[in-house]
């Protein structure tokens, strides 16, 4: 199994991104897809999950309003839009794939694991 993560780069704060993780070696349509961060000697955390249809979404209260999760099972990929982002929004950003049939917050519940793409945010 293997997510690509991509998208990262650098922005100025009131500016957007979008992230996207491709899948490949399991059955996309079968998982429920996260996306964590993890900035600089802070712990990884939560930021948005998508159910396996897409119908089902939850994010932190952090990103509520600003941060947009959705998928394409067709292409294999989840994608994170991130809008009006701001200087604390800077980390590394994993995407993971949950066999559970409803999106959840919680990290070990996660199966498989991309590599982070970095997201850096200047005020």
């Known amino acids: 199994v293997q997510l690509q993560a991509s998208g990262g780069g650098d922005v100025q704060a009131g500016g957007s991104l979008r992230l996207s993780c491709a899948a490949s070696?399991?059955?996309?349509?079968?998982?429920?897809m996260g996306w964590f961060r993890q900035a600089p000697g802070k712990d990884r955390e939560f930021v948005a999950a998508?159910?396996?249809?897409?119908?089902?979404?939850i994010y932190a209260d952090s990103v509520k309003g600003r941060f947009t999760v959705s998928r394409d099972n067709a292409k294999n990929t989840v994608y994170l839009q991130m809008d009006s982002l701001k200087p604390e929004d800077t980390a590394f950003y994993y995407c993971a794939a949950d066999r559970a049939a409803w999106a959840t917050i919680v990290s070990r519940d996660y199966d498989y694991w991309g590599q982070g793409t970095l997201v850096t945010v200047s005020s």
């Open positions: 998508i159910g396996r249809r897409g119908g089902n979404t």
């Open positions: 070696g399991l059955t996309f349509s079968s998982y429920t």
